[in-house]
């Protein structure tokens, strides 16, 4: 019994042949993938010239919705706020009145600013969102040269009016 626990603990250990083989297998993966890829076709954006292709998937800047009614969706809950792992959303409420008013419910967020210095692009700001006020758009170029400028604000991010427009027979 003693001989057999004195020999499992060196097959445990390891042999330098059972180490080398281990490292020759890995090496056999690593180079597999290397040259599978190194023969393919390589993919290349031409931008600007081109648009760019996204994925269905990509978390871009944010666009806040409205409703059919042209109103804004956020009713100013703070739940994308509090969701949120970097702390960047800050919201300020306010009410609606029946002369101004915002959005259907009875807040209106007044100010929506996102630090995209911090954020994440987690999504979890979206996923918290009770009124679908707010998702990821495809837009992808944050590269200012004052850190200010990373702060959206509301009017940034809000979708714009979409008039149909007439089209020219040709």
């Known amino acids: 019994m003693l001989a057999r626990k004195a020999s499992d603990k060196l097959s445990r250990m390891g042999s330098p042949l059972g180490e080398v083989f281990a490292t020759f297998t890995t090496m056999v993966k690593g180079f597999s993938v290397t040259f599978k890829n190194m023969f393919r076709k390589t993919v290349t954006e031409n931008y600007p010239h081109e648009p760019v292709h996204f994925q269905p998937r990509y978390r871009g800047i944010h666009v806040l919705h409205r409703d059919e009614n042209g109103l804004e969706k956020c009713v100013g809950c703070f739940l994308c706020a509090a969701a949120c792992p970097a702390n960047c959303i800050y919201i300020e409420a306010a009410e609606n009145t029946d002369k101004n008013r915002i959005s259907a419910g009875e807040r209106y967020a007044s100010v929506y600013n996102i630090d995209y210095s911090r954020c994440i692009f987690c999504g ?47």
């Open 124 to 170: 979890y700001c979206v996923e918290a969102c009770p009124t679908d006020a707010i998702t990821h758009g495809h837009g992808f170029e944050l590269a200012p040269y004052d850190i200010n400028a990373m702060v959206y604000r509301k009017e940034q991010m809000l979708e714009k009016d979409i008039l149909p427009k007439k089209t020219a027979a040709h």
